[in-house]
């Protein structure tokens, strides 16, 4: 990233209490080419200037609204204005300020899912599109690099045409009705004015689509979902079991769920091709297992110096010292950064820098979302191929 | 078992190339109280006499055909003759020597699935009931001592009710077209004339069904499958993904491959309940893994002190010395062998050796398979209570 | 084994409240070509008939005392008389039957360490050289498949010459005064007049010395050892932690415990080449992990069709389904009985038959067992090279 | 950490090519509270500009000598001066910086083993004393969250009175001559002008000693080191095994190597008391293993609300999305960071903010690799015990 600056953004959402916020915040600074500048982090502009001030931000760029930040910012001069939104507030509040940065002329990262209805994220689409904006959606976990080397192993044919795909992302903390005692975190994702029509779906089934996606490139022609509301009270589903067909022939099992005990973020996928398998899993995600019909099975280590091209360029310490999520994460950044670098620069970003989810990936989960809830309802297969806008 | 004698077995089945009927010979030898003695080891006379030499049996007791077994055999004086006999032979051949042998009056030990139409499975029930034979089907898994653990730890309460269960059994081995390449065992587990209506659920989904129903108790309302032929000329399904409602809420994802390179004998099966959630592995059964809402995960190992009482009868050697495959199956002719020492000396079993599985699990077994067939072929969600003859 | 009778033997100690008897009789029995037609079970001749009562032996082949039955069964006609003796009593009593039974012309299957002393041991080594004895010492780690297959990758050369061998076994059923309590396993493990002048070194680390030894061949040129006992009263080590030179330059640590409270069976053994490195662990016995420089490692599954001979000739289930410690353990009666049936028929044993623990490795491990603990005594380095007689 | 401005810091090493200065850089970034703002990259004064330069810094703080730094930083005016340190060269250059900056005013952060010489580890923790500077040696593994938990478990009793310690650190990558061929990190740790007066010992030993240390609490009393040399031409040992006898009784194994092929960084330790043991790991860093002698194993995940206070306090995100070295490592800065804090504000650090590696444990560690030497020469147990300068 040959820039003689570094990126400055703002934040909208990441106010006390939020979890998200945070997160954005540490991987953008990992590197130390990203800088927080501005932010507009609650609905509540005490809360507000509280958090910015607990972040030692210039008290004049910590707004009220998210409105008044894309147009303060925007009449800063070059060189001192923000360079890029992250926008890390819940579902329901992604869209409008995704749309007002977009217009008033900034990159976008935006947390996932990108919007609550299809429209929504058509709109988006086609205002990234018109703004010719650089927009990231965190789908952290392609952020991996062994996930980028398992996307590399079936793009290059060792294990042969896809045959099937099993994905699984359970969770166990919403099993007891903490949304009804008052856990923020909680609270929102249930809520269906905040999450959208799916909790279950939306927060952790559209990882799970977004990872196979990426890994197999493989679309969903139609798809049999199964939701469940368990816990008393909840007015989402909290579990989802998904089977899946692929154009092209290939089958899938997808599930989320809510209610696992014991389960922590166990984002789990294996592929199994004609001549060959892979298998990575979140929990422990410097390994990647390869798996054939007559070998003994290989384990791919993260920092080899065997792996590829985009596995290497997306590790920042040698093999042996885990990486874990927030490398991961700020893969995103990371990437989104320098293609932003490239645009404000008048330059080309590199292949490997264009390596990172986009609005058009958004749409496609924002879909796909719908697409269970519909077939949870109507209680068998539905037809749920999507192409977003361009 | 307190009997003066071995019990005395036969074989139908289990000739040359024959792989199960080995098994069945090792399991049955393991605890030296069960005795082979007789045998139809094959639908050719010269090969059942050629399997009788190479186990050394008296040559007038290895039999050209299964029917002369049953009839010579019921003929001999008490304390020769076979006290039961044991079927290894393919699906569509265990109905007819299972029924020659109860109604000549001997106790059965027959391989899975238990026959390949409904019919003929009620039709076993009702004879196994008219002759009060004991009949063991070996669906080997539940003989694991830690699926016993399971079962208890489930029953027990601690896990809270449950509400999820994830099965799953995948296998490799049939990713190539073996079957038209002249192997033996690919050839007629996937011919619809010797296997039935299914392969793969038949092979591999009915154990897992079983399992899913020994550890959690529950039964199956609806369910919806999703059945594929991957190789081109298979005349069965080699792929199959089920969605389950359970009876009382609950939730199931079942599934089972042969076309999944690199994957063994990867039974794995996860009960999640209200309060906690255990998670148990074929490929690594000497440990059960137990996870709670709020304390740190516990690992169970076979034969230490801690563990119930089932798990311990059916436990060999101690904690640290890996017991296996071998073992496992030996449980369920050690259970139902003890049961037949009870018959036939007139005494009352003890509660642990009715641990094994009976012709009424075999029949929900056979029944479970067609209607996943029906619901693959109709595409979507089908009734399947199915409550077996007594 | 070509051959028209079961073998036939019997048994030395194994008695009630034995735990290592009940193992052999098991694994003697599993491959249905060995049968237990005879035994001295116990000191106690009341016992000993007991114990022949529950077997279901003839009670005239139940003796009151080896001496009993080396004479007795040496006078019964030929294909009724014992072909050999299995020696399964505490340490101290393995030399006297040994010599008894070589002497009255039987093979042998002894328990190890083979004796309390290397003046014994290098008897046993003359005896079964004169009689032209087969003699087996169950190290029965050496049985597992996987262990075998670890050995010839290191003679094919693939992971260079060996630099480092790291062989651990520890245990932690003897971390509280079990023998003090009258715990029988435990009082003659740590009765020097019962297991010698060591308990931990001679019951686990005598295997862990002939597991490197097999996998290895490498031979030690000096050690230093570290014995400690813990637990108060107890009159023998119950720790103990090795340094070896190796003859060549390798380096080694050895290490067994029994005080190492949640460890089971917990024997792992890693060897490092200038090349590669792999590593076995009893605990989980069906794969061998082989690690390289610069390529991803490996993990082999027993049963695979791209093992070796020797891995594949030991092996009875498919791939998948778990082999334990009882398989393992009976491979070595598998080899023994083999080269017995050659010796006894005038035919020459297979070169896989011969792949058993030998008279001379007992006496090797027997040796090794003095010098660590001449090196505890003395605190330092001791010469450990030994070469027992031929 | 309440402070109204970030902390100031400059480097020492970390110019290109450098390994662990990149390392420093992020892992300081990660929590915004650190800004670096001056450095003294490299020995040469062209690329010290050049990293300055790629680090968007101001060329007026980018020195050519660490004496230049230290001098020109002191005259600067409050807040606007650097706070600490940190000093990333190679071993043998830790002593001169750490001494200037000390004398200069500054506090320290400073990278392992502490200095070359028992006599500089002891200068400096003099110098400290002195200067009442905060000095923090980054021995990054006891920034792990589970560690700290580990070493909790241990105070709090639960698993009884120490018995024994298992800690190793084998790593693969210098099993080729590599420093022989110009590897830069390779070079100068297997040379002595710069490592001292050991290669595997002083890079990995010293941070298994550090971690044993750190966990158990025990201090060594006297050790056996053997020493290897296995790469020709090396000038250092690149293997090196040593037993342990702890003060009070314990007893020790450590090992660390080089030369261990598909090694990584395998850093282990087991920890046996009278009643349990515990099990970490730091390529899976993210869950500890403990273990009793009666009842099932546990498995503590980083990130749960049961786990204690200081393993919550050194934790950024939830359970189950993993954290790796770089985010351990950032806690020991965090730490020693707030510690600073509360001197420059004059305030009183919290007992958590004291939980770093001190000048004292380097001098402890400076020992302990002397002693190993030591005992390799002499071959056989050396008296180890030290206690550094207060």
Same mark, same amino acid.
């Given at each position: 990233m040959?820039f003689?600056r570094?990126?400055k953004?703002?934040?909208?959402?990441?106010?006390?209490?939020?979890?998200?916020?945070?997160?954005?915040?540490m991987v953008a600074?990992?590197?130390?080419?990203?800088?927080l500048?501005?932010?507009?982090?609650?609905?509540?502009?005490?809360?507000?200037?509280?958090?910015?001030?607990?972040?030692?931000?210039d008290?004049?760029?910590?707004?009220g609204?998210f409105?008044?930040?894309?147009e303060?910012?925007?009449?800063l001069p070059?060189g001192?204005?923000?360079?890029?939104v992250?926008?890390?507030?819940?579902n329901?509040?992604?869209f409008?300020?995704?749309?007002a940065?977009?217009?008033?002329?900034?990159?976008v990262?935006?947390?996932k899912?990108?919007t609550?209805?299809?429209?929504?994220a058509?709109?988006?689409?086609?205002?990234?599109?018109?703004?010719? &904006?650089?927009?990231?959606?965190t789908?952290n976990?392609?952020?991996y690099?062994?996930?980028?080397?398992a996307?590399?192993?079936?793009?290059d044919g060792?294990?042969?045409r896809i045959r099937?795909?099993?994905?699984?992302y359970?969770q166990?903390?919403?099993?007891t009705?903490?949304? &009804?005692e008052?856990?923020k975190? &909680?609270?929102?994702r249930?809520?269906?004015?905040?999450?959208?029509?799916?909790?279950c779906?939306?927060?952790?089934g559209?990882?799970?689509?977004?990872l196979?996606r990426?890994?197999t490139?493989?679309?969903?022609?139609?798809?049999c979902?199964?939701?469940?509301?368990?816990?008393?009270?909840?007015r989402?589903?909290?579990?989802?079991?998904?089977l899946i067909?692929?154009?092209g022939?290939?089958?899938?099992?997808l599930?989320?769920s809510?209610?696992?005990p014991?389960?922590?973020?166990?984002l789990?996928i294996?592929?199994?091709?004609?001549?060959?398998?892979l298998?990575?899993?979140?929990?422990?995600?410097n390994?990647l297992?390869v798996?054939?019909l007559?070998?003994?099975?290989?384990?791919?280590?993260?920092?080899?110096?065997?792996? @590829?091209?985009?596995?290497?360029?997306?590790?920042?310490?040698?093999?042996g010292?885990?990486?874990g999520y927030?490398?991961?994460?700020?893969n995103?950044y990371?990437?989104?950064?320098?293609?932003?670098v490239?645009r404000?620069? @008048?330059?080309k970003?590199?292949?490997?820098?264009?390596?990172?989810?986009?609005?058009?990936?958004?749409?496609? @989960?924002?879909?796909?979302i719908?697409?269970?809830?519909?077939?949870?309802?109507k @209680?068998?297969?539905?037809?749920? &191929?999507?192409?977003?806008?361009?």
């Amino acid at each position: 990233m040959a820039f003689d600056r570094k990126l400055k953004y703002g934040m909208v959402g990441g106010g006390p209490g939020a979890f998200i916020g945070g997160v954005h915040r540490m991987v953008a600074a990992l590197d130390q080419k990203i800088e927080l500048v501005a932010g507009a982090f609650s609905s509540s502009p005490e809360k507000s200037r509280q958090q910015g001030a607990e972040l030692l931000l210039d008290p004049k760029r910590v707004y009220g609204t998210f409105q008044e930040m894309a147009e303060k910012e925007a009449g800063l001069p070059d060189g001192e204005r923000i360079d890029f939104v992250s926008i890390v507030t819940p579902n329901h509040m992604h869209f409008a300020p995704a749309k007002a940065f977009l217009e008033a002329g900034f990159h976008v990262v935006c947390d996932k899912p990108m919007t609550t209805t299809v429209e929504e994220a058509e709109e988006l689409c086609r205002l990234v599109g018109k703004h010719q &904006a650089v927009f990231a959606l965190t789908h952290n976990y392609t952020g991996y690099p062994l996930v980028k080397q398992a996307r590399d192993f079936l793009r290059d044919g060792r294990l042969g045409r896809i045959r099937k795909v099993v994905v699984e992302y359970p969770q166990g903390w919403l099993s007891t009705p903490l949304d &009804a005692e008052g856990m923020k975190q &909680a609270e929102w994702r249930t809520d269906p004015a905040r999450a959208g029509v799916s909790s279950c779906m939306g927060d952790l089934g559209s990882h799970a689509e977004n990872l196979a996606r990426y890994i197999t490139g493989l679309e969903i022609e139609e798809l049999c979902a199964d939701m469940t509301t368990f816990v008393p009270g909840r007015r989402l589903e909290d579990d989802a079991n998904v089977l899946i067909h692929y154009k092209g022939g290939a089958r899938g099992i997808l599930y989320a769920s809510q209610i696992s005990p014991g389960e922590e973020n166990n984002l789990r996928i294996r592929v199994y091709g004609e001549a060959g398998a892979l298998e990575w899993h979140q929990e422990n995600p410097n390994y990647l297992h390869v798996r054939y019909l007559d070998r003994p099975s290989e384990v791919y280590t993260r920092g080899s110096g065997y792996l @590829g091209e985009a596995a290497k360029a997306f590790t920042r310490i040698p093999t042996g010292h885990p990486e874990g999520y927030l490398e991961a994460f700020a893969n995103i950044y990371r990437a989104a950064g320098n293609t932003m670098v490239a645009r404000i620069t @008048g330059g080309k970003p590199a292949a490997l820098d264009l390596d990172f989810p986009t609005v058009q990936d958004g749409a496609v @989960g924002v879909s796909f979302i719908h697409k269970t809830v519909e077939s949870g309802r109507k @209680g068998g297969w539905v037809k749920a &191929a999507y192409t977003p806008p361009a």
